[in-house]
């Protein structure tokens, strides 16, 4: 009897033990995206499904941030695992530069999409150029965000000191497009992916013609003073309803970002998953398409890749350099 109580008292602490075990095995990663309005969020969100699904004892969630310039804070003090970002703050961030008082160990997994910046007005506002925004009520994106950063680097190209020249608003692209409908303001910056579902929101709202301002003419300006950063490019007409024709304006590259103490095993598995996953995440958003093995480089990631994420284009004989 004895025996057979001993033995029962033992396989029960085994259990335990193993059950334990396996807990201790899973893992819960966090990734740092941006507003609910625009796109790194349900990216982010779909990423996250995917990766429960494709990495064993491993599970990830979205979390809602400022965008960009928060992220990379929360990845360079550990509080989050993995964040999206645009590729000029990503830099600032590495060089302590700009919103960042001091370097950041960030590293690129992976370079993702363009960034579209929209420079958004409405018809009856008067605003046909760049220019036009002096003295009026204009969002430069929320306090944390990269198209903050943006929206000011835009302004100082086109001559304009967006700390005195405008009445500043510093809303997310939601709170804009309500801010906008409610006659608060009369413009706002926004970078995103192509089509954003606030401002596709806009668009679509009953006595309203949407209007983008052209800024592709700026891009040289810009990147004499930060860098190569930036690139011309154009929003199609047929992105958002009530377009007439399309759109110059200027692009920047994301990048799914990591603190370099990642381990490297796992830097690798996740660089797998969103390059060889990219179909399953564009069912989220079609944006997922443009994140292609043949676009991973040091010259659009704008900071140095992992070493895990390095692994894997090793493997697939993808060129870096």
């Known amino acids: 009897m004895k025996v057979r109580i001993l033995s029962a008292l033992l396989a029960v602490s085994l259990g ?42 491993v599970t990830a969630t979205a979390e809602v941030t400022g965008g960009s310039v928060d992220n990379l804070k929360l990845i360079g003090s550990g509080k989050t695992d993995m964040a999206f970002s645009q590729v000029d703050a990503a830099w ?13 160990p960030v590293r690129a997994l992976a370079v993702m999409y363009p960034n579209h910046m929209h420079v958004v007005t ?17 969002s430069t994106g929320s ?45 706002f910056f926004w970078v995103g992916g192509l089509p954003t579902a606030a401002v596709t929101d806009l668009a679509a709202t009953p ?27 154009s929003i ?7 377009m007439e024709k399309d759109t110059n ?36 958003h079609k944006e997922a398409l443009n994140i292609k093995p043949e676009l991973q480089s040091v010259k659009r990631s704008g900071i140095p890749f992992h070493p895990g994420a390095l692994k894997y284009f090793k493997e697939k004989g993808i060129k870096v350099d």
């Open 143 to 187: 306090p944390g965000s990269a198209t903050e950063v943006f929206a000011f680097r835009v302004l100082e190209a086109a001559g304009l000191d967006p700390e005195k020249d405008i009445e500043k608003a510093r809303l997310g692209v939601a709170e804009s497009v309500n801010a906008m409908k409610d006659k608060k303001i009369e413009a």
């Open 92 to 104: 600032d961030a590495i060089n302590g530069k700009g919103k960042f008082s001091s370097k950041l």
């Open 122 to 138: 409405i018809d009856g506002t008067g605003i046909e150029k760049i220019e036009d925004l002096k003295g009026r009520r204009v």
């Open 16 to 57: 335990t033990l193993g059950a334990g075990t396996a807990g201790a095995q899973n893992k819960q990663l966090t990734i740092a995206t941006g507003g609910t309005g625009g796109v790194y969020y349900p990216l982010g969100g779909g990423f996250g499904s995917i990766i429960g699904k494709e990495i064993a004892g």
């Open 249 to 284: 304006n200027i692009t920047v590259w994301n990048i799914l970002a990591v603190n370099e103490a990642m381990p490297e095993d796992l830097a690798y598995n996740l660089t797998k998953v969103l390059l060889e996953k990219r179909e399953d995440l564009a069912k989220v």
């Open 236 to 242: 199609p007409k047929a992105t958002y309803s009530g």
């Open 207 to 233: 006595n309203t013609k949407i209007k983008f301002v052209e800024i592709a003419q700026l891009t040289q300006k810009m990147n004499a003073k930060y860098g190569p950063l930036y690139a011309e490019a």
